[in-house]
C-alpha cells in the first residue's frame, strides 16, 4: 500500500498566534518532499498536523483521500514519524525501541528481532542494538528514532530535522534510507534547515509565518 497524503487550506493556531495560515499541500507516493524554514515559521506544526497529532483549527488533512480521524489505530499504523526530540524509551535498547514499533504491528520476536537489527544495521548503527538509549549519542539517538520509523514500511515518513545531530557521513546514510522509503512508495516529509538536506528532496515547500514563500 502506499500513500497519497493532501493538506487542503489547513489553518492551525498556537497561542494566540497563526502558525498555518490556509496551507495546502499534496504528497504523491514516491516523491521526498521538503519543508524549509527558519525556526518558529511553523515546520514541526505542519509536521504535527500532517500525521494527525494535532487536528487543524481549520482545513482537512486526507490520507487516499480520507480525512485523518485521531485515534483511529488503522490510519496510525501507516504512519512513520520522527519527532524532534525523538520520542524514544530511554530505559529500554536501541533495538527494543525499534522493536516496538513491530508489535504494534503485529510482529513480534524473531522476526521483529531480525527486522529491526536490520534497521539499525541499514542506519549504520548495528553495533548499538543492545545499548540502553539513555547511554546513547545524540546522533546515535537519531537513527534509532528513523530505524523505528522506517522498520515497519510506512506509507507516509513524516521526519523532523532528521540530520539535525549527525555528521556527514551519518546524514548520507539517513537521506539514503529516507530515498529507499520513497522508492518503495512512501510519502516522505521532512522539515530542515539545512539545504544540502532539502537539495536532495524532489521539491521544497518554503515558508514563513505559515504562509508559502516564494
Ligand atoms: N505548544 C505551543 N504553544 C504555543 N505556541 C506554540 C506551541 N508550539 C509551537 N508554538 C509556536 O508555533 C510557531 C511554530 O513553531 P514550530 O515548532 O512549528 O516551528 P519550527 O519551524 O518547527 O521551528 P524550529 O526550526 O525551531 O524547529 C512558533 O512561533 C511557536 O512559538
Ligand atoms: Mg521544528
Redesign the pocket.
Known sequence: MTGRLVADAVAYR??G?T?LDGLSVSVAPGEMLAVV?P???????LLAVLGGLEPPDSGTVLLDGAPLRAGDPAQRRRFGLVL?GYGLLTLLTAAENVEIALQARGVFGQEARLLAGDALAELGIAEVGGKLVEKLSGGQQQRVAIARALVTSPDVVLAD?PTAELDHGAQDVVIEALHEAAERGAAVVV?T?DPAVAAECDRALRFHEGRLAG
Open positions: 498556537r497561542g498566534r502558525v524554514g525556526s518558529g515559521s511553523g515546520k514541526s506544526s524532534q530535522e522539515a534547515h
